[in-house]
């Protein structure tokens, strides 16, 4: 069974710290993408990146960064973290496409839940 | 920018009732996700539609899609309390280097009561 797997479930971490979030998927999916999920405003994408060392900017980059050293790791850095910070964090990954054939959909983590105080 | 408009942002049914969810969406898409999410859990697949016309059904879920008027519907028939969560219609679009993400909308939580 295909995985996507979010190191932590449940993160509390202090205001000014850095904090990453681990991801790593068994897929060999060439694109992964780092969401936040908070009530009323569903998901909003933060980074994806098609290949190893290559990233883009999602909808709301501000305050994070990536990294992507391996294929299947795919890391989200709060530089420093804050309170607006806090939200649940969605990993996910999903084929690339070749050609004219669309392969696959997308496939998500269970979620870290990360709280700055 | 692409935009996506699900409506209605909450639904409270009776079990036994048909009712259909609308996903509206602003810009010429590749692909149409439904999602559905459970309190505290991730995000499970349900349906990817991939042209027009294209209907999938699963169980008492049926799931269309229209991409000349860029809606997709999601309709319950004879909902059971089962079928309570919130659902999640999304569309990505391709560019040069693949897949750009998908962009959600805001989420439908449906509760269905006995």
């Known amino acids: 069974d295909v995985k996507v797997t979010q190191s932590s479930r449940y993160l509390v971490k202090r205001t000014g710290e850095k904090v990453f979030l681990e991801c790593v998927q068994d897929m060999d999916h060439e694109n992964m993408f780092w969401y936040r999920q908070d009530p009323g405003l569903g998901l909003r994408l933060i980074y994806f990146s098609y290949d190893v060392k290559m990233k883009e900017k999602g909808d709301i980059p501000e305050g994070y960064s990536v990294s992507r050293e391996k294929k299947e790791r795919f890391s989200l850095i709060l530089e420093s973290a804050s309170t607006n910070q806090t939200s649940m964090y969605l990993c996910?990954?999903?084929?690339?496409?070749?050609?004219?054939?669309?392969?696959?959909?997308?496939?998500f983590g269970s979620g870290t839940r990360l709280t700055v105080v | 920018e692409l935009k996506v408009e699900q409506n209605p942002l909450f639904l409270s049914m009776q079990e036994g009732k048909n009712y259909t969810i609308y996903c509206n969406y602003s810009?010429?898409?590749?692909?149409l996700y439904w999602y559905r999410q459970d309190p505290g859990k991730s995000l499970e697949s349900l349906f990817v539609?991939?042209?027009?016309?294209a209907v999938k059904q699963e169980g008492r879920l049926m799931a269309s899609l229209d991409t000349k008027a860029r809606l997709s519907t999601l309709h319950i028939t004879a909902a059971v309390h089962d079928l309570s969560a919130t659902y999640f219609c999304a569309v990505d679009i391709f560019s040069g280097g693949g897949a750009d993400g998908l962009t959600f909308g805001k989420g439908t939580h449906l509760i269905i009561q006995p």
């Open positions: 539609l991939l042209s027009n016309g």
């Open positions: 810009t010429t898409s590749d692909r």
């Open positions: 996910a990954s999903s084929l690339s496409f070749s050609g004219d054939i669309k392969l696959g959909g997308y496939t």
